[in-house]
């Protein structure tokens, strides 16, 4: 898309998904009065409806939806009105079960719950265009309607499928991909490898459970599948409200987290990006995943984007579901909005009293009004009321990380050198320094215009193509500060290792080179020479014209470099080739990024977290005690505290466990 339409509410949306149909018409009337004291401008409604709307094939009732609709328009609340398509109706399994998915073993699923369907089902396809044209036809020009949610987080449970209709699909994709060359299929996958050679495209399945392991390029390959399968659904959907509704945006949520689909593919699709975040109960610092994710969201919507779920308490799908603690509920969507949402909602309005997800916490809890949650709900939409003015401002980073969805399907394939490495672990054991320091980050592509960075990091980028390891050492080549992660560079596209020597795809640029692997076994550690330890990984590492800025100091290694340095062209390049401990990690962040000339938003005391946006007159400076300590941090003499609206006289004073937002001028 070349452009993207934007949504109508003024300031910061604030809202959550709205289920009427779970309560009788009175509560409706309640419901109003207390999204209007709580400073709801936007709820998203009918995600779960399908059953309701069109209680047999062709057959639509929208007079419950009609007077939903009305009552918001009513009450000055705007709709993000949704497609229902994540929970077909019984009616549809009844009359076309070949569309219920099938589990990698063969097992057929059943409906009962949601997401109950094959992606590739022409029958499911056709139901939901269907059902989305019929919403799309009657309410395109509701005044009440300011957005299109077309269904919900793709993926999360049926991002694969591996019936026989999805195996046509399959094959259908793979043609497509290999310009319906077999030859060129079997040399990309290696298939003279186990026998596996295939002479007919029908021969090929869908990655089934087998007596050993899969063929790692047919696994990568089912992964893009999968993924394109969804935004195809998606895709075909938001076609029929577009004709339908040129003016009005859309969106889906998604769930950056996660390994379910490529989000990089999917961004541009979407007029207003948009994400599900909920905190874990297991992450003792459940803010570094919000302010991680969060900068993730921002590049990709290469700008705002819409905070669509997360919670006010506690969730009901972990394994002990945790309440959040005193003054979290706010300091994560405030949070959320420094790291560039411009909009922040819930699931849900009002707690469910009956259903799958009855325990799950709400904007308004099964205590009421009477409760602190409540209150924390009506005190955080005064807060958002006094941030209108950050709406559309951006941020700017001069540091950025690597990410890539594939390059995570493919690390995490059977048959790896080790088991133990995790994508997300390591992207965000690079990242928390950073964020412990204050230092902007955006997250890339490989192939990504690099120019506006000083400093490149790619902490685990097990897969990349020639063009993006191009791109990347020619940043440092060039004159900027690359920064390379263990067992990264090892695979090409098609999950075929580089050969020469790891890490292959880096080694020149990086000036070290290894010839063989000594992963470490879980718990082992390794002293590291500058008084650290090493764990995970480590491998025997030569100089090929880098200097040594650490070493292993025990073991079959003892005395090989553990962490390079090289001037490459007109800039330098780092390699760590293990895991260092956290602090020894924090180290060598701060030093790789001091000399790349990176600096911080802002000099903070530590646990005190600093994120700015910006506009052509003013920077916006969030501070969120996440210590509950307080801090006292210096500003602009001519600053304001916007959540108060408190001129400040060169300081601000940030109460324990609080947040400020500061409104400074910006020089001309």
């Given amino acids: 898309m070349t452009s993207r339409l934007v949504l109508s509410v003024p300031g910061i949306a604030y809202g959550g998904d709205y289920n009427p149909e779970q309560w009788s018409e ?9 999204m209007r004291e709580a400073g709801v401008r936007m709820v998203s409604v009918g995600i779960f409806s399908w059953a309701l709307l069109e209680p047999a094939q062709g057959v639509y009732d929208f007079s419950r939806m009609d007077r939903i609709l009305d009552l918001l328009h009513e009450n000055g609340i705007a709709a993000d009105l949704a497609t229902p398509t994540a929970a077909p109706p019984a009616w549809f399994f009844r009359a076309h079960p070949e569309a219920l998915p099938v589990d990698s073993d063969g097992r057929a699923l059943w409906y009962g719950s949601r997401q109950t369907f094959c992606p590739s089902s022409p029958a499911y396809r056709e139901a939901a265009v ?22 919900n987080e793709y993926g999360c449970h049926n991002h694969a499928c591996y019936c026989d209709t999805s195996g046509e699909a399959f094959r259908r994709w793979l043609r497509a991909r290999y310009g319906d060359d077999l030859t060129t299929l079997n040399a990309a996958w290696g298939t003279t490898f186990w026998s596996q050679w295939y002479y007919d495209w029908d021969e090929i399945l869908p990655p089934r459970s087998s007596g050993s392991s899969n063929n790692p390029t ?5 992964r893009r599948f999968c993924s394109d399968e969804l935004l195809a659904l998606y895709q075909a959907e938001r076609e029929v409200l577009r004709v339908a509704s040129p003016s009005i945006p859309a969106t889906t949520n998604f769930m950056v987290g996660t390994d379910l689909v490529d989000y990089r593919r999917w961004a541009p699709n979407l007029d207003i990006v948009a994400n599900d975040h909920y905190l874990l109960s297991a992450d003792p610092e459940p803010e570094i995943a919000v302010a991680m994710n969060g900068d993730l969201m921002r590049s990709l ?16 799908w972990q394994h002990v579901n945790s309440a959040q603690q005193p003054g979290q509920l706010r300091r994560t969507a405030l949070a959320h ?7 922040i909602a819930y699931f849900q309005w009002r707690a469910s009293k009956a259903g799958t997800e009855q325990w799950h916490s709400a904007m308004l809890p099964h205590a009421g009004t009477d409760s602190q949650i409540w209150r924390d709900v009506v005190r955080l939409g005064t807060d958002l009321k006094s941030l209108a003015e950050v709406r559309d401002t951006t941020s700017t980073a001069q540091v950025a990380i690597v990410s890539d969805w594939c390059a995570r399907w493919a690390v995490e394939l059977p048959g790896q050198p080790s088991a133990e490495v995790r994508y997300e672990e390591q992207i965000r054991s690079w990242y928390e320094p950073l964020w412990r320091s204050g230092v902007a980050v955006d997250f890339v592509a490989p192939d990504a215009d690099l120019s506006s960075y000083r400093l490149v990091l790619a902490p685990s980028l097990y897969s990349v193509d020639d063009a993006g390891a191009d791109n990347l050492t020619g940043f440092a080549r060039r004159g900027g500060t690359l920064a390379v992660g263990f067992n990264s560079g090892m695979v090409d596209e098609n999950c075929h290792v580089r050969l020469g020597g790891y890490p292959g795809a880096f080694r020149e640029a990086l000036g070290a080179g290894s010839d063989e692997l000594f992963p470490l076994r879980p718990g082992e550690r390794l002293a590291l020479s500058g008084g650290g330890t090493a764990s995970l990984w480590s491998e025997r590492l030569r100089l090929e014209g880098a200097e040594m800025v650490d070493s292993y100091a025990q073991g079959p290694l003892s005395g090989v470099p553990a962490v390079t340095r090289h ?11 293990t895991r260092p401990d956290p602090a020894t990690l924090a180290s060598l962040v701060s030093r790789i990024r001091a000399e790349a000339g990176v600096t911080p938003v802002r000099a903070v005391p530590e646990g005190v977290e600093v994120v700015r946006r910006s506009s052509p007159s003013a920077d916006y400076v969030f501070l969120i005690d996440h210590a509950g300590k307080g801090a006292e941090v210096t500003v602009a003499a001519d600053a304001v505290e916007l959540l108060t609206d408190t001129p400040l006289p060169g300081s601000v004073t940030v109460a324990p466990g609080e947040v400020a937002v500061v409104r400074e001028p910006r020089q001309s």
């Fill in 218 to 222: 047919q696994l990568l390959d089912w």
């Fill in 26 to 34: 009175e509560v409706w009337e309640e419901d109003m009065r207390l």
């Fill in 130 to 151: 269907r059902i989305a044209g019929a919403l799309a036809e009657r309410y395109a020009r509701h005044p009440a309607v300011v957005m299109w949610h077309v269904h």
């Fill in 301 to 316: 919507a290469g700008g705002p984007w819409f905070l669509m779920e997360h919670s006010t308490g506690a969730v009901n």
């Fill in 567 to 577: 001037t490459y062209g007109e800039g330098t390049t780092w390699y760590l080739a």
């Fill in 337 to 343: 909005v420094a790291h560039g949402a411009d909009g």
